[in-house]
């Protein structure tokens, strides 16, 4: 991968009549869906490419460094991470860090991992009554959320797991295997959908509270508390984190299961009490406060562009 030297405290002039190329570091391509409609708003009046085999003019750089390879380049570069860690950086600073978790780094902007995998989280007409208990769909066994639907199949037999972690031979139906990431179209007739973290850390908050709420059943979660109560109504799910233990959070689970009315409330409540869902779900379409620290720093950096 070529990229030119920076110039001037990491102004980059493009040559002209040139496209404005991105290139991926690591898995920073995973980055585009949303990082591409808000470069373009940036730049309205500039062509831009993502191609890995020409010159880089920006780069964007993310985990899972093994799967591409990872070349030395001065161009300006961004870090978007995709996990609860900092992406590690390279010799120069960065023109900003997009961290799902809440960072001590001067030029991070928080941005939550749910928002770089749902366009828009919102319940659906709900599916009145239910059929079957509750939902469990993960490939990585977390010991916490293992012990909750395990305890939660043992006290009701219309508790299914669908994915590689406590897998029920007795399933009502096989789940596609494209359902099994968004869950909007497998598990509509579910009351719960298991929906916890594999980690909790200040900030940080994947797509999975955010699936359950597309199915249209309530999502039973664990994270942390003080981001998810941020940006959801705490009366239209379980936290785990309100007991004492995951076992207890599952026998509560069932108990409100067993209650139509007490399960009714849970999906009759708005899962969101304010606009803070739609502030950032705005990287998609608009321009928001929030975004200003990226705007500048990359309007700073390629002021050639327009």
Same mark, same amino acid.
């Given at each position: 991968?070529?990229?030119?030297?920076?110039?001037?405290?990491?102004?980059?002039?493009?040559?002209?009549?040139?496209?404005?190329?991105?290139?991926?570091?690591?898995?920073?391509?995973?980055?585009? #869906?949303?990082?591409?409609?808000?470069?373009?708003?940036?730049?309205?009046?500039t062509t831009i490419t993502y191609d890995n085999?020409?010159?880089?003019?920006?780069?964007?750089?993310?985990?899972?460094?093994?799967?591409?390879?990872?070349?030395?380049?001065?161009?300006?570069?961004?870090?978007?991470?995709?996990?609860?860690?900092?992406?590690?950086?390279?010799?120069?600073?960065?023109?900003?860090?997009?961290?799902?978790?809440?960072?001590?780094?001067?030029?991070?902007?928080?941005?939550?991992?749910?928002?770089? #995998?749902?366009?828009?989280?919102?319940?659906?007409?709900?599916?009145?009554?239910?059929?079957?208990?509750?939902?469990?769909?993960?490939?990585?066994?977390?010991?916490?959320? #293992?012990?909750? %639907?395990?305890?939660?199949?043992?006290?009701?037999?219309?508790?299914?797991?669908?994915?590689?972690?406590?897998?029920?031979?007795?399933?009502? %139906?096989?789940?596609?295997?494209?359902?099994?990431?968004?869950?909007?179209?497998?598990?509509?007739?579910?009351?719960?959908?298991?929906?916890?973290?594999?980690?909790?850390?200040?900030?940080?908050?994947? #797509?999975?509270?955010?699936?359950?709420?597309c199915t249209g059943s309530v999502p039973i979660?664990?994270?942390?508390?003080?981001?998810?109560?941020?940006?959801?109504?705490?009366?239209?799910?379980?936290?785990?984190?309100?007991?004492?233990?995951?076992?207890?959070?599952?026998?509560?689970?069932?108990?409100?299961?067993?209650?139509?009315?007490?399960?009714?409330?849970?999906?009759?409540?708005?899962?969101?009490?304010?606009?803070?869902?739609?502030?950032?779900?705005?990287?998609?379409?608009?321009?928001?406060?929030?975004?200003?620290?990226?705007?500048?720093?990359?309007?700073?950096?390629?002021?050639?562009?327009?």
């Amino acid at each position: 991968m070529l990229c030119r030297q920076v110039e001037l405290k990491c102004i980059h002039l493009l040559p002209i009549n040139m496209p404005f190329n991105v290139v991926s570091d690591g898995m920073g391509s995973w980055s585009y #869906e949303f990082i591409g409609p808000f470069l373009q708003r940036t730049f309205p009046n500039t062509t831009i490419t993502y191609d890995n085999s020409c010159r880089a003019d920006l780069v964007i750089r993310s985990h899972f460094l093994n799967l591409e390879r990872a070349a030395g380049y001065k161009c300006p570069y961004i870090v978007w991470s995709g996990e609860s860690r900092h992406v590690p950086l390279i010799d120069h600073a960065p023109l900003f860090e997009l961290n799902t978790f809440h960072s001590p780094h001067e030029n991070s902007v928080y941005f939550p991992h749910i928002f770089a #995998e749902i366009r828009e989280t919102k319940r659906p007409e709900v599916q009145t009554p239910k059929k079957y208990c509750c939902a469990y769909a993960f490939s990585n066994p977390v010991h916490d959320r #293992e012990l909750l %639907f395990r305890r939660m199949r043992s006290l009701e037999p219309t508790c299914y797991g669908f994915g590689q972690c406590s897998f029920t031979n007795d399933n009502p %139906f096989v789940a596609p295997i494209h359902d099994r990431g968004n869950n909007k179209n497998a598990f509509g007739n579910f009351g719960f959908t298991v929906a916890m973290e594999n980690t909790v850390a200040p900030g940080y908050m994947t #797509e999975k509270i955010g699936n359950a709420f597309c199915t249209g059943s309530v999502p039973i979660y664990k994270g942390d508390t003080d981001t998810v109560n941020a940006f959801f109504n705490r009366e239209s799910f379980l936290n785990v984190s309100d007991y004492a233990t995951p076992i207890l959070a599952a026998e509560a689970a069932v108990q409100i299961w067993r209650d139509p009315q007490k399960l009714q409330h849970f999906l009759d409540a708005p899962i969101t009490l304010n606009d803070r869902l739609k502030d950032y779900e705005a990287i998609y379409t608009e321009y928001r406060p929030w975004q200003k620290p990226m705007v500048d720093a990359l309007r700073d950096a390629f002021p050639d562009c327009g």
